[in-house]
Nanobody, 124 residues
Framework: QVQLVESGGGSVQPGGSLRLSCTAS????????VGWFRQAPGKGREGVAT????????YYADSVKGRFTIAQDKDRNMVYLQMNSLKPDDTATYYC?????????????????WGQGTQVTVSS
């Protein structure tokens, strides 16, 4: 049974940083697409970043480009989302997802496995 677990969320002031972690059990991050999505209250789900594991190719939504970095730790079978220069608009529940389609021009929301989410709140 595949299980994805996110951690690292919390409350931070504007301009601050957080690092989200995604740990997988029953699944190996190897030659597959892993993504981070977010959903704010009253809004639809938004793709934030994806990585094609093994190769290391990445893609970012325009809203986070230059501020967020997605990375893989192959030894620990984890995927991270480093979030810098956080803004109040980044406030949302963040989800890790695996087994989706890779594209170098968009984030395709067709992932099979999802975590339960971790809350990120950016507020002064």
């Amino acid at each position: 049974q595949v299980q994805l677990v996110e951690s690292g969320g919390g409350s931070v002031q504007p301009g601050g940083s957080l690092r989200l972690s995604c740990t997988a059990s029953g699944y190996t991050f190897k030659h597959n697409t892993v993504g981070w999505f977010r959903q704010a209250p009253g809004k639809g789900r938004e793709g934030v970043a994806t990585i094609y594991t093994g190769v290391g190719a990445t893609y970012y939504a325009d809203s986070v480009k230059g501020r967020f970095t997605i990375a893989q730790d192959k030894d620990r079978n984890m995927v991270y989302l480093q979030m810098n220069s956080l803004k109040p608009d980044d406030t949302a529940t963040y989800y890790c997802a695996a087994e989706g389609s890779w594209s170098d021009s968009e984030i395709v929301d067709d992932f099979t496995y999802w975590g339960q989410g971790t809350q990120v709140t950016v507020s002064s």
